[in-house]
């Protein structure tokens, strides 16, 4: 009868670790994959938040030009406001001019000559 078994070497992930010069238990191996899984889950954790943060800067990000951009439109528009104000003031110092000159002019008019005291 012919040999019917097979030498199938190290199917193990223990078996390769003691092959490579590992000296833990079983259980300490079995904890140490735990904690493997633990890291990488908390990785993909970390990733997805890391994702998240970059995108609510990124909007942050975008709301402060919006906002920047609605800021130096108020300036520009106080700023066509004061010289919108400094035409009218000029004009009004004008038109006030005027009126004195139109009153002075109506009274000098209107007044009885006087020559030689009579």
């Known amino acids: 009868m012919a040999d019917r078994t ?68 108020s300036a520009q528009s106080a700023s066509q406001s004061e010289q919108n104000a400094s035409g009218y003031a000029d004009r009004a110092e004008t038109a006030a001019q005027t009126a004195i000159d139109h009153a002075y002019t109506i009274s000098v008019e209107n007044s009885t000559l006087i020559i030689g005291g009579h």
């Not at 097979?6 to 904890?31: H, M, P, Q």
């Open 6 to 73: 097979v030498n199938l070497g190290i199917i193990t992930a223990f078996g390769e670790a003691r092959s490579a010069g590992y000296t833990g238990t079983k259980a300490e191996f079995g904890e140490g994959l735990k904690k493997s899984a633990d890291y990488a889950s908390n990785a993909e954790i970390s990733a997805n938040n890391a994702s998240r943060s970059a995108e609510n800067a990124s909007q942050s990000a975008q709301d402060a030009s919006g906002y920047s951009s609605t800021a130096q439109q």
